[in-house]
């Protein structure tokens, strides 16, 4: 079917950066919108950014939260997208997800998850 495999998580110091990918395999016509999400330990997931396809301007969105520290991007041509997270805050940390809302050789449109990866901020 349709996998999103996330890769990059880890412990930084608070100031630091990290890079998150994501890249999603399978049986894909066409990847729409793509974001991450996060959801820290007693909270509700909430959306980090998103990016729409190149072939719908590539535009992007992110939390108030956010703004100005994290960058959203994405390369069509593997179906991946990135988080460049700068500055990183404590109260970043939690486990961020991949999403992809994509077309399936079917042509049915499903909204696909990643596994996880964990961000922890801490010195």
């Known amino acids: 079917q349709v996998q999103l495999v996330e890769s990059g998580g880890g412990l930084v110091q608070p100031g630091g950066s990290l890079r998150l990918s994501c890249a999603a395999s399978g049986r894909i016509v066409r990847v729409y919108t793509m974001a991450w999400y996060r959801q820290a330990p007693g909270k509700q997931r909430e959306l980090v950014a998103n990016?729409?396809?190149?072939?719908?301007?590539?535009?992007?969105n992110y939390a108030d939260s956010v703004k100005g520290r994290f960058t959203i991007s994405r390369i069509n041509a593997s179906n991946t997208v990135y988080l460049q997270m700068n500055s990183l805050k404590p109260e970043d940390t939690a486990v961020y997800y991949c999403?992809?809302?994509?077309?399936?050789?079917?042509?049915?449109?499903?909204?696909?998850w990643g596994q996880g990866t964990q961000v922890t901020v801490s010195s």
């Open positions: 999403y992809g809302h994509i077309i399936t050789t079917g042509w049915n449109t499903y909204e696909y």
């Open positions: 990016i729409t396809s190149i072939t719908s301007g590539g535009s992007t």
